[in-house]
């Protein structure tokens, strides 16, 4: 292992159950969670590890994740694993900014509370809609949709998926010239907003001015920004990206290749699921990722990289 990356998924990747084990069994996971639960005022046991309908709905989803997410990082870094950069797949990145130590983990299940909240109320329902379009390259994408009113690229998360959003009635007119030019499938996202999208940037004002109450520390290690797909090292360039983040593609690819680039050739994804595994396999099969999901993965990523 010459450069490892610990990545961070975002919304879509949260179920019943995450961190339980870690919650359970370890004192640093119970600390976490209840100093989110204490922070953001609800009873984050419950919300994650309860079968309920909250843990799906954007303003519980994201602190649930990120402080599940958090648990299980603090548990293994404990272990002996240190990153060299970080980054996080849209919400992940305030996990990833959490690990870098630029933000303190109580600020950020605040300020991601928020976030939550914002981007739940700024679109009435069924007004927005996402979709992903599966086999077909981006490019081409990016010229289906240029004459289509109020649809954009959401998501560039690996070769063959790409994720667009906006308008309900524009993102469904995109998906059918996309079909018509040779994407293999296109399917609607089962979510509640069209985020990254313009629709987003009433979410991002209100975002901004919630910031005004965090305070950013320097960075310990760099991490890599969604909107830019660059490597951060500067605090000062923290909050104005996150802010563009929410109504702006992420770039997720890119930002892979980018701490490729740089040397990187471990990636470690922390929290539930396995999504970002699957996209570093389509984006370069040469690195390795690992995923740490539960308390048995620890012990397995040790063996394989200590």
Not at 80 to 91: N, V
Request: hydrophobic letters at 40%; one cysteine or more.
């Amino acid at each position: 292992m010459n450069k490892a990356a610990f990545i961070f998924p975002g919304q879509g990747s949260q179920k019943a159950g995450m961190g339980k084990d870690f919650y359970e069994e370890t004192k640093t996971g119970k600390e976490i969670f209840d100093k989110a639960s204490e922070a953001v005022g609800l009873d984050l046991t419950s919300l994650c590890f309860e079968e309920n309908e909250k843990i799906n709905i954007t303003e519980y989803t994201q602190v649930c994740l990120l402080t599940a997410s958090i648990a299980m990082m603090e548990v293994f870094r404990e272990n002996g694993i240190k990153p060299d950069i970080t980054a996080g797949l849209s919400l992940g990145e305030y996990s990833a900014l959490v690990t870098a130590g630029a933000m303190d983990f109580a600020d950020a299940a605040k300020i991601v509370r928020k976030r939550g909240i914002y981007m739940q109320e700024e679109v009435p329902s069924g007004m927005g809609a996402m979709s992903a379009v599966l086999g077909l390259d981006s490019d081409v994408i990016e010229n289906v949709i240029q004459n289509i009113a109020d649809v954009q690229i959401a998501n560039y998360n690996c070769p063959g998926q790409t994720v667009i959003s906006g308008k309900t009635e524009s993102v469904e007119e995109a998906a059918s010239k996309c079909k018509e030019a040779g994407a293999k499938r296109c399917v609607m996202l089962n979510v509640s907003g069209p985020f990254h999208s313009d629709m987003l940037k009433g979410a991002g004002e209100k975002l901004s001015k919630a910031f005004g109450e965090v305070t950013l520390n320097d960075l310990q290690i760099p991490y890599v920004s969604n909107t830019t797909a660059e490597i951060i090292t500067d605090r000062e360039q923290i909050k104005p990206l996150l802010v563009k983040q929410v109504s702006h593609s992420v770039r997720w690819e890119q930002s892979i290749r980018k701490m490729i680039a740089e040397g990187t050739d471990t990636f470690i994804e922390i929290g539930p699921g396995q999504t970002l595994a699957g996209f570093n396999r389509k984006i370069d099969k040469e690195i390795k990722t690992y995923h740490i999901g539960s308390l048995p993965d620890i012990e397995k990523v040790r063996a394989e990289l200590m």
